[in-house]
C-alpha cells in the first residue's frame, strides 16, 4: 500500500532476529574477500588498529544515526527522508542515493558473490584437487574471463537472494539470517581451529596485530575509513531499511554495538583464518583480490584434506555474501512496496531481474566485448571497477556524510534523543555521541570523499 503502515510493512520477529540480519547484512565479502587483503597489502598490526578506531569513531556513530532514521519513520530510505524532510527537500536525494547504490553495489557484488558459489562447486566436485599453482591462477582466469561461467553464477546467485527477499521480513530476512549467520559462524570457528594447529598461526597472529607505527600511511587511514562505510553496510539506506522494521522499545545503540563488534570480529578471525594457511604454505599474502580466489586454493591444495576445508571456506564465503546481497536488494524492493504500493513479489522480482541485467557487463568485465576489456582499452577502465569505485568510494560516502550532517544537524533534538534512549542503558553516551557526528564524523568522511575524487590530503 502506498505510504505503507508500520504493521503492513512487517517487523522483526525477535531482537536477536534484527541483530543477525544486520550483522549478516555487514558481514559479507567486505569482511573475508577484502579486508584480509588490504590488511595484507597495508602491512598489517597498525592498519587494524586504525580500522578499529574507524569502526568505533565514525561507522558506529553514523550506524546508529541510520538505525535511527528508519525506526523513526518506519519507512524506506526514499520515504523515510520525505517524511522527516519534506516531499520535495533536498535532502531526499540521501534516499535516492541508497536505491542507487542497492543497484549499483549489488550489481557488481553479486558477480563475485557468483565466483564464490562456483568455488564451492569446483571444491565439491574436487576440480580443484592436486593442481599447480599455476593451474589454479589460470583457473580463476579462466571463470572471471569467460563471461558465460560469471554470467550463469551471477543469475544463480541472484536468483537465491530474490527467492529470499521475497520470503518478507519475517520469513525471509530473518529466517535467512538465523539459518545462515549460525552456520557460518560455525564454520568460521571450525576453520579457525584447523588454522591453529598450523605452524604459521604465530606468524599471521603477529602480523595481525602487532602494531608497528612506522606501517601506518596517509593512504592506509582513507583506505581504513572507507571500508569501514563499506563493512558495516552505511550510507545506502540498508541500516535505514532494517531499522525500519525495528519496533519501537528496541534499544539502538546496544545492537549497533553488537552489530558492529560482530563484524569486527569477523573480519579479525578472516584474517586469522587465511594467513596462517597461506603463510604455512609459503605463498605471497600481499596478493591483492587473487588472495581468496587464488592464493588460499594453492594453499588448499598442498594440504591434507584440502578439498574438504576449500568447500567450507567457500560455502562461508557464499553464505557471508548472501545474507548482505538480502539487505541490498531489500534497499531496492522496499522503494517500490513503499513508495509504489507494488506487492513484495512484483517488486522483488523487477528489481531483482534489473540488477541482474544491470550485472552482466561486470560479469563480461574480463571477457574481451565492450564492456570488458575492449572497454578498458577504449576509454581506459572496465565497467566492473567503473561500477564498483563509483558506487562504493563516492556514493558511500557520500551518503554517510549527509545521513551524519543530517542527524546531527537537521533532525530535531526531541526525535534523536528519543530515540537514542528508547530501551536503552546509554543514555549517558547521548551527548558524546552527537558532539561526535556533528563535528568529527563529517570531517573524517569529508577526507575520505575528496581522496576518492583525486584531492588527497595527506
Ligand atoms: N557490508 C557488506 C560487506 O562487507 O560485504 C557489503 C554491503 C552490504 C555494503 C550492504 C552495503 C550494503 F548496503
Redesign the pocket.
Known amino acids: 500500500m502506498a505510504g505503507g503502515d508500520a504493521k503492513g510493512r512487517g517487523t522483526w520477529a525477535s531482537g536477536i532476529g534484527f541483530i543477525l540480519a544486520a550483522a549478516g547484512?555487514?558481514?559479507?565479502?567486505?569482511?573475508i574477500w577484502r579486508f584480509p587483503y588490504i590488511t595484507a597489502e597495508n602491512g598489517g598490526g597498525a592498519f587494524v588498529l586504525l580500522y578499529l578506531g574507524c569502526i568505533a569513531l565514525v561507522g558506529l556513530p553514523i550506524m546508529i544515526a541510520e538505525i535511527m532514521i528508519g525506526r523513526s519513520t518506519q519507512k524506506s530510505t526514499v520515504s523515510a527522508f520525505r517524511q522527516l524532510a519534506g516531499k520535495k527537500s533536498p535532502w531526499v536525494s540521501l534516499g535516492w542515493i541508497g536505491v542507487l547504490c542497492g543497484y549499483l553495489?549489488l550489481s557488481f557484488y553479486a558477480v563475485v558473490a557468483g565466483w564464490a558459489l562456483h568455488y564451492v562447486v569446483r571444491s565439491v566436485t574436487g576440480a580443484l584437487a592436486g593442481k599447480s599453482a599455476d593451474q589454479l591462477q589460470a583457473a580463476f582466469t579462466q571463470l572471471s574471463t569467460d563471461g558465460g561461467q560469471s554470467i550463469l553464477a551471477l543469475v544463480v546467485f541472484m536468483a537465491l537472494t530474490m527467492a529470499m527477499v521475497m520470503g518478507g521480513v519475517e520469513k525471509g530476512l530473518e529466517r535467512w539470517a538465523r539459518i545462515l549467520m549460525p552456520a557460518l559462524l560455525l564454520m568460521l570457528v571450525g576453520l579457525l581451529v584447523y588454522s591453529f594447529t598450523l605452524s604459521g598461526f604465530g606468524e599471521a597472529f603477529r602480523f595481525v596485530f602487532g602494531f608497528h607505527a612506522h606501517d601506518l600511511t596517509g593512504a592506509g587511514v582513507l583506505e581504513a575509513l572507507g571500508h569501514s562505510f563499506?563493512?558495516?553496510?552505511l550510507g545506502?539506506g540498508?541500516m535505514l531499511t532494517y531499522g525500519s522494521y525495528l519496533r519501537r522499545d528496541t534499544d539502538i545503540v546496544g545492537n549497533s554495538i553488537a552489530i558492529a563488534v560482530l563484524d569486527t570480529v569477523i573480519a579479525l578471525l578472516a584474517c586469522l583464518v587465511i594467513f596462517p594457511i597461506t603463510f604455512t604454505a609459503g605463498i605471497e599474502t600481499a596478493q591483492g583480490p587473487g588472495l581468496v580466489f587464488i592464493s588460499l586454493p594453492i594453499a588448499f591444495s598442498k594440504m591434507a584434506g584440502g578439498s574438504i576445508l576449500a568447500t567450507v571456506f567457500f560455502a562461508l564465503l557464499s553464505f557471508a555474501a548472501l545474507t548482505?546481497t538480502i539487505?541490498?536488494l531489500e534497499?531496492a524492493t522496499s522503494y517500490f512496496i513503499d513508495e509504489r504500493g507494488w506487492s513484495r513479489h512484483k517488486a522483488t522480482l523487477v528489481s531483482g531481474s534489473a540488477i541482474t541485467l544491470l550485472g552482466i557487463p561486470s560479469a563480461l568485465t574480463g571477457a574481451t566485448v565492450f564492456f570488458g576489456s575492449g572497454m578498458k582499452e577504449r576509454f581506459g577502465r572496465d565497467w566492473f571497477s567503473l561500477v564498483s569505485d563509483f558506487s562504493s568510494n563516492i556514493l558511500l560516502p557520500l551518503g554517510g556524510f549527509g545521513i551524519a550532517l543530517f542527524v546531527a544537524w537537521k533532525v530535531g533534538d526531541r526525535l534523536r534523543h528519543d530515540e537514542f534512549l528508547a530501551g536503552s542503558s546509554f543514555g549517558k553516551f547521548y551527548r558524546l555521541w552527537l558532539g561526535v557526528l556533528r563535528f568529527f564524523v563529517p570531517i573524517a568522511v569529508a577526507l575520505v570523499f575528496l581522496k576518492a575524487i583525486g584531492i588527497n590530503i595527506f
Open positions: 547484512s555487514a558481514v559479507g565479502l567486505g569482511n553495489i563499506f563493512t558495516l553496510s545506502m540498508a548482505s539487505s541490498m534497499v
